[in-house]
């Protein structure tokens, strides 16, 4: 299989870095760059949109200054929450990219192919029978994966001999994901005492996240996603079509396997973290692509970067939300997830790219 040789053979005669694609005219290396600036920015907006300690306090404690109190808000709790939830949107990111590139579907994504409610799924069973819980991320990963890859194989199954059509396919996965919340809802009815410790699941969100949750996402991710990106060539081929890559050399069912495994993966650490926080994996790749173009070389680590931007940039504001609320209405218990923000702008982002989708097949 001469993946590589066939991936420069198509390539466009542009200076190394570069894509002829993107609307911007700067190299890549400047596009990421820039990204990676706004990384460090919704990191610091996640450690200082909170309500308390003040801006000022957690300045004083990342000086090295500061009370006891402040030190273990901001050092055992802020941080490792904003390393978690940049984190979880460079996985979805990238989960999202593997599939729609995999199944050549831009409306594909964790949340509509079975995924993503697979592995709430597997987790909130889990929860219910005692078997994991917040306490205990790593059978909460396990859980989540072996529910991630059941929705996965529901919609190889289903899709049969079709699942090069892309709208066939992501009508399954609709069909996958509605069946699998089903599920779900059905197992907290069984155990409703449960349900406070799985809301966090079916919303999604960064709130309470602690050094363990982060000491046991760090290393999956980069590892599921350093596999992920190895991908690139063969991803580019199948972009192309079945038929163009296999012409090409390429095995097409074990690359399409290869991509939609390291993206249920993905996504279920994800998710084990973070919950399932909605049309962060469906929208992020268009993107990604948008700034990237269709070199995957390039936009797999961008939209793991743009992963990144999002869900940090949704924390920040659900803490700044969350702290209005207290100060103008006084509701002192009251949280905004950052799920409840991906889901409202990114259902809002869905309909201009369905709508562009489908303006482009007229």
Known sequence: MNVPTAVRARAPETPRGRSTRG????????????????????????LFAGRSPSAGQVWDVLAGRGDATARHIVLRLRVPRALVALGAGASLGLAGLLLQSALRNPLAGPEVTGVTPGAVLGAVTATGLGLAGWESP????VAACLG????????????GRRRSDPEETVVYGVLVSAVLAGLTSMVLLVAPGELGSVVQWLVGSTEGRVWEHWTLLWPWALVWG?????LAAPLTLLRCGDEQAAAAGLNVARARGAALVGAVALTAGAVSAVGALGFVGLLVPHLALAVFGADLRITLPG????????????????????RVLVEGFGAE?????????????????????????????M
């Open 23 to 46: 609307p911007f005219t700067f190299g890549a290396g400047a596009r990421l760059s820039l990204l990676a600036v706004l990384v460090a920015a919704a990191f610091c907006a996640c």
């Open 138 to 141: 790593t059978a909460v990963v």
């Open 148 to 159: 991630g890859f059941t929705g996965a194989g529901l919609l190889w199954l289903l899709a």
């Open 226 to 230: 350093a596999a992920s990106c190895a």
């Open 303 to 322: 939209a793991a970067l743009i992963g990144a931007v999002v869900v940090g940039g949704a924390d920040a504001g659900a803490q700044v939300l969350s």
């Open 333 to 361: 218990r009251m949280t905004v997830p950052a799920g409840a923000l991906t889901t409202c702008v990114g259902a809002l982002l869905l309909l201009v790219v369905a709508r562009r989708h489908t303006a482009g097949q």
